[in-house]
């Protein structure tokens, strides 16, 4: 079992940043895959970056250049810095482990690729 606890979330103007954090705690697998996904009302959720312990980074077309996923490993942490955010944005962001799923390829960016998720937290971006 892995616990994921996100932070960060909140509203912000079009054009601001925010910083997304996921603590990460329990078993610790030797090959997994990270990442950030959201959900916009009425949607589908999408993968908006995802990372594999084998150093492959995968962004939606959407935040390419605008969002970074990076990860601290000492503090067990996942982060999304997110710049220049825009109204689209505006959805719930759940941090996700893949467990002992198979996550590589396009799977890194598929919800179906990971086991474990966060409660969630809420991205409100006004114009």
């Known amino acids: 079992q892995v616990q994921l606890v996100e932070s960060g979330g909140g509203s912000v103007q079009a054009g601001g940043s925010l910083r997304l954090s996921c603590v990460a705690s329990?078993?610790?697998?030797?090959?997994?895959?990270m990442g950030w996904f959201r959900r916009a009302p009425g949607k589908q959720r999408e993968g908006v970056a995802a990372f594999d312990r084998a150093g492959s980074t995968s962004y939606t077309d959407s935040v390419t250049g605008r969002f970074t996923i990076s990860q601290d490993n000492a503090k067990n942490t996942l982060y999304l810095q997110m710049n220049s955010l825009k109204p689209e944005d505006t959805a719930m962001y759940y941090c996700a482990h893949s467990g002992p799923r198979y996550c590589s390829g396009s799977l890194r960016m598929n919800p179906s690729g990971y086991e474990y998720w966060g409660q969630g937290t809420q991205i409100t971006v006004s114009s």
């Open positions: 329990g078993y610790t697998y030797r090959t997994y895959c």
